[in-house]
């Protein structure tokens, strides 16, 4: 061996060679889209007069949505991506 090491040995790095912020990032957005399509899959079901039941489900799916979004935006940001005008809508 040449004693050099390999992208995946730099501190940081994920053993894939994706910095740890970005893995995070991916993960987090992956659980978003996971949500999304939940509370999707809610409305699909939904019928035409919400029950408070469903009410209820959806409460619940939207905290949901919202917290993988804020997670998301979060792992972004840490990774160095931001848009402070579209991140100041998201609130």
Same mark, same amino acid.
């Given at each position: 061996m040449?004693?050099?090491?390999g992208?995946t040995?730099?501190?940081g790095?994920?053993k894939e060679?994706?910095?740890? /912020?970005?893995?995070?990032? @991916? +993960?987090?957005? &992956?659980?978003?889209?996971?949500?999304a399509?939940q509370?999707a899959g809610?409305i699909?079901?939904?019928?035409?007069t919400?029950?408070?039941?469903?009410i209820? /489900?959806y409460?619940?799916l @939207? +905290?949901?949505? &919202?917290a993988?979004?804020?997670?998301?935006t979060?792992a972004l940001?840490?990774?160095g991506?931001s848009?402070p005008s579209?991140?100041?809508?998201l609130g």
């Open positions: 040449s004693g050099r090491r992208p040995a730099r501190r790095m994920t060679g994706m910095p740890k /912020e970005l893995t995070q990032a @991916l +993960r987090a957005a &992956r659980a978003h889209v996971a949500a399509e509370l809610f699909e079901r939904l019928g035409p919400p029950n408070p039941a469903d209820a /489900e409460a619940t @939207l +905290r949901r949505e &919202r993988t979004l804020d997670e998301r979060d940001r840490a990774a991506l848009v579209v991140d100041a809508d």
